[in-house]
C-alpha cells in the first residue's frame, strides 16, 4: 500500500478530508523523526521501535578492483519490530 | 545524552500540541493510524509512508541447521520479517543530524565536532595505509584518488606510475608515526631489514677473512722460528726433487730386499739385532780403498755405491770417506776423483734390514 492508498483508508476511517489526514500524518512523521534525529527510541505505534544506531568506520574490498576502501562510521536509522507484531506475522500463511 | 524512550503516549500528546487539537482526538488519529498500518502490512506486506520510509515484509525461507545441545539436524521454519527501509531525505538527515544536534546535546562522544574531525583524519591516514598495503603486496600502482586529497604532492606523481608506490611508502613514513608507530615501522622496514643484514654478514666476512690473512702475515714475519721452519721445508722439498733425480726412490728398494730376506731373518737376525747397535756406533775410519772414481756429467754417489756395494742406500760411506772433497753429495764437481772405502761386511750387508735402515738414516742426515 503506497502513501496514497495510506491517505485516503486513513481518511475514510476517521471521516476526515484527504488534506487534514496528511497534515496529521506529516506532523506525526515529523514529531516521530525529529525525536530519533535526537538519539531517542522511539516507538512507533504497536509496529516496533525506531532507533539511531551507530556503525564504526569499517575497511571494505571492492570485489571488481581489490580495492580497500574505508567505510566511514556513520550513524542509521534502524526498526526493530515489536513481539506482538512478530506473532501476528506468525499468523500469516506461509509463502 | 541518554536514550530516552519516546512511547505512543508522547508523540500524540506532541501531535496534539503541534496541530493544535485534543490529545484524545490525537490518541485516536494514532490509533487509526496503527490498525489501517498494520492491515496494510499484514496483507499488501508492503506500507508506504511518505516522509518516513517503507515497511516491508520479507519472506525468510526455511532453513536446515544443527541443534547445538545435541547436534542433530534440525529445520528452522520459514518467517516473514518486518523491514524498514528509510526514505532517503530522512537516512541524510539521521546521519547529519548527528552533527547538527550535537553541539545542543553536548554530551555523545562521537556526536561532538572535535571527536569527529578526529575521525575524519583518521579515516585519511588508514586510506593512506591501505594505500601503501596495496602497492607493496601487489606492486602495482595504486589509484591516484586517494593518494591526492590526502597525500598532497602526490597528485604530480600520477604520470610516474611505477615511482608512484615508492612515494607513497615514503610519506607513509611521515604520516603514519603519529597514529600507528609500530605498524608503520613494520611497514616500511620489511625489505630494507632483510638487505640490511645480508650485507651485514658480508661486510664482516670480508673484514674476518682480512684480519686473518693480516695475523698470518705477521705472525710469519716476526716469529723466527717460523720462518726458519717454512725455508726448511722448502728446502727439503727442493732436496727431495734431487734425489729423485740422482738416485731411485730408496725406499722401494728397501723394500725389495725384505722379501727375499725372509727365510734367513729367522736363524740369523736375532743374533745381529743385538750385535749391531755396537757395531753402527763405532766411528767408521776409512783407510783402505778399493779403486777411486772420476766424477763424469750425470755420474752420482747412489749409481757408484749401488755399483760397488749392490745397494744404493751406501752412498753415505762413500760420502763420509769423501767429505773434504765433496761440499754437497747431491753437486758432485766434474772432474774429481772419489775414493771407494773398502767397507767391513757387517755394514753393507744387503741381506740384512738394519744395515739398509741405518744408512738410510745417514742419508737423512746428510741430506738436511
Known amino acids: 500500500m503506497n502513501n496514497k492508498e495510506f491517505v485516503s483508508e486513513l481518511a475514510q476511517r476517521m471521516n476526515l478530508s484527504q488534506k487534514e489526514v496528511v497534515q496529521y500524518v506529516s506532523a506525526f512523521v515529523d514529531e516521530l523523526s525529529s525525536n530519533v534525529i535526537e538519539g531517542n527510541q522511539v516507538a512507533f505505534l504497536n509496529l516496533g521501535m525506531l532507533e539511531v544506531r551507530h556503525k564504526k568506520q569499517r575497511i571494505s574490498v571492492s570485489p571488481i578492483t581489490k580495492e580497500r576502501i574505508v567505510v566511514p562510521a556513520k550513524r542509521v536509522l534502524a526498526f526493530k519490530s515489536s513481539t506482538g507484531m512478530k506473532e501476528k506475522l506468525k499468523q500469516l500463511p506461509k509463502a | 545524552m541518554s536514550t530516552k524512550k519516546i512511547s505512543t ?47 516491508k515484509l520479507v519472506w525468510n525461507q526455511p532453513r536446515k ?44 562522544v562521537a556526536s561532538t565536532n572535535a571527536p569527529l574531525k578526529k575521525l575524519g583524519e583518521q579515516a585519511e591516514e588508514l586510506k593512506g595505509i591501505l594505500q601503501s598495503i596495496n602497492g607493496e603486496s601487489t606492486g602495482e600502482p595504486t589509484e591516484p584518488e586517494y593518494a591526492a586529497p590526502d597525500l598532497g604532492q602526490s597528485v604530480k606523481q600520477q604520470e610516474q606510475s611505477q615511482e608512484k608506490t615508492e612515494e607513497v611508502v615514503v610519506k607513509l613514513e611521515d604520516l603514519e608515526p603519529k597514529k600507528e608507530p609500530v605498524r608503520a615501522s613494520d611497514y616500511v622496514s620489511n625489505q630494507p631489514k632483510c638487505k640490511n643484514k645480508r650485507c651485514c654478514a658480508i661486510v664482516w666476512l670480508v673484514v674476518i677473512v682480512v684480519l686473518l690473512l693480516g695475523l ?26 734431487a734425489c729423485d733425480k740422482s738416485s731411485v726412490d730408496v725406499s722401494e728398494l728397501s723394500v725389495v730386499p725384505e722379501d ?21 756406533d763405532t766411528p767408521r775410519t776409512y783407510t783402505e780403498f778399493i779403486t777411486t772414481e772420476e766424477v763424469t756429467e750425470g755420474s752420482r754417489l747412489a749409481w757408484i755405491a749401488y755399483k760397488h756395494y749392490g745397494n744404493k742406500v751406501f752412498w753415505v760411506y762413500i760420502y763420509e770417506a769423501n767429505k773434504e772433497i765433496l761440499p754437497n753429495p747431491n753437486k758432485l764437481p766434474i772432474g774429481c776423483k772419489v775414493k771407494i772405502p773398502k767397507l767391513p761386511d757387517y755394514l753393507i750387508d744387503i741381506n740384512n734390514p738394519e744395515c739398509l735402515e741405518y744408512a738410510k738414516k745417514l742419508h737423512e742426515q746428510y741430506l738436511q
Open chain 2, 260 to 280: 727375499t730376506v725372509v727365510v734367513s731373518e729367522d736363524t740369523q737376525l736375532e743374533p745381529v739385532v743385538v750385535a749391531e747397535p755396537t757395531v753402527f
Open chain 2, 9 to 55: 503516549k508522547n508523540l500524540a500528546d506532541a501531535v496534539a500540541k503541534r496541530l493544535g487539537i485534543s490529545q484524545v482526538a490525537a490518541s485516536k488519529f494514532l490509533s487509526e493510524f496503527q490498525s489501517v498500518a498494520e492491515n496494510a502490512i499484514l496483507e499488501d506486506k508492503i506500507l508506504k509512508i511518505s516522509g518516513l520510509g517503507t515497511f
Open chain 2, 216 to 241: 698470518g702475515c705477521a705472525y710469519y714475519f716476526w716469529k723466527e722460528p717460523i720462518r726458519q721452519y717454512c725455508k726448511s721445508a722448502s728446502e727439503m722439498v727442493m732436496s727431495w726433487f
Open chain 2, 65 to 108: 541447521s544443527v541443534s547445538v545441545q545435541t547436534g542433530e539436524p534440525i529445520e528452522i521454519a520459514g518467517r516473514y520479517k518486518l523491514n524498514f527501509t528509510p526514505e532517503t531525505e530522512l537516512k541524510n538527515k539521521v546521519n547529519d543530524g548527528v552533527f547538527d544536534k550535537s553541539e545542543q546535546v553536548g554530551d555523545k
